[in-house]
């Protein structure tokens, strides 16, 4: 997308005085959408954007727009009318033939949401074609939407409120941080939904609990030396915590290595998982990793906090291949071998792994935030245990 065409975008949400195709229900589903040259009236200015990139290089997508909305850089022909809970929608499948000037966006009039391949969303919706030629769906809508669907898409929503309300905190903090990085790098949006970022799920589960953790909290993120910390979280640590340096060799001081013994009750607390080494070694190929057979672990490295730093693995032809613990859980999936605090043993043709905790082990533990409120622990008791040094601050505005 050029800079003149997202400055464009920029004019119309915020000024409003540029001239949109704007589509009114007719009532008549035989018929097409209405449109006229509008201008939009003057809109108060929303502070506190995010732009949330919800799709990522697919080929076409399917939208769901309520019957009232502004729309710049498709076609009407695109759309069909359909019913919905006897709601009136138009549905457009999109592909990036159908962009205009290889861009578009849509938002809707008042309160409706969209959808974008099932999934609603609130604010805006921009349709760009991405380097690779395919489409990339951006949303953009107030931080403290995107922080209730936030939540929604990382944790249950009955948990504690004191639960609720650390996650809400570390997750705003986390996208001003990666927003503030966005902003150096000129990238096109600040963050992507997937879980190595935060998973962002729109509308859907946001309940009344997950509402007021964030109204609660709004605005609110923490910092260190003044600065937005990079507030990572994962599902459980297992009984400690590790620190950032051993994860991505990058020393963040607020990112230490803490015990944590509030979520050994958790469900993601033990983990076990039998592999066939073929399959190991297929992904670890995939990961551009050149091994073509394990015969032997020859040894596994792990730091104070019994997390695997390093394995050595025996080749088919004697070589031993050493690779990362962080490494070689990604390369076989995350979701896996949960976590780097793992036993592997192999046998026969298969390797078998037990482990603790379930994701990288960095800053928060939300299963232990979850032990920690139930325990009586406030929002920021259970922040500062997981966050060394960090005080709770107020977003600053430009």
Known sequence: MTKALLISFMIILTVGCVPLRSYVSTG?????????????????????????????????????????????????????????????????????????????????????EISVDGNHYKGAIELVQDHK??????????????????????????WPMEALKAQAIAARTFAIYKQDQAKKKKETYDIENTALAQMYIGSRLVNQNIRQAVMDTEGEILTYRDEPI??????????????????WGQNQPYLRPVFCSFGNQGPHYKWNETLKVSDIVRR??????????????????????????????????????????????????????????????????????????????VGLCQEGAYGMAKEGYSAFDILRHYYYGVILDKIKTE
């Open 230 to 247: 990079m507030a990572v979280f994962h599902s459980n640590c297992g009984g400690e915590t590790t620190g950032a340096v051993d994860v």
């Open 28 to 112: 008549n589903p035989a018929t097409e959408p209405e449109v006229e040259k509008v201008s939009r009236p003057q809109e108060e200015k929303v502070t506190n954007l995010i732009r949330v990139a919800v799709v990522v290089c697919h080929p076409s997508i399917e939208l769901m727009v309520p019957d009232q909305f502004d729309l710049i850089g498709i076609s009407s022909s695109n759309s069909q009318i359909i019913y919905k809970d006897g709601k009136k929608f138009f549905q457009f499948d999109v592909t990036i033939h159908d962009l205009e000037n290889s861009a578009a966006f849509i938002k809707p009039q008042g309160e409706g």
């Open 284 to 361: 670890l190929r995939a990961a551009n990793i050149s091994i073509y057979d394990i015969v032997q672990i020859s040894s596994i490295e792990k730091n104070e906090g019994h997390r695997v730093t390093k394995l050595v693995l025996m080749d088919a032809d004697g070589s031993k291949k050493r690779i990362k613990g962080a490494v070689f859980r990604m390369a076989v999936g995350p979701d896996v071998i949960r976590s780097t605090c793992f036993e592997a043993h192999l046998k026969g043709d298969s390797i078998e792994f037990t482990g603790l905790g379930w994701g990288h082990g």
């Open 133 to 158: 030629g395919c489409l990339t769906v951006i949303n953009e809508l107030s931080l403290e939407e995107y922080v209730m669907g936030v939540l929604a898409g990382e944790i249950p929503g009955n």
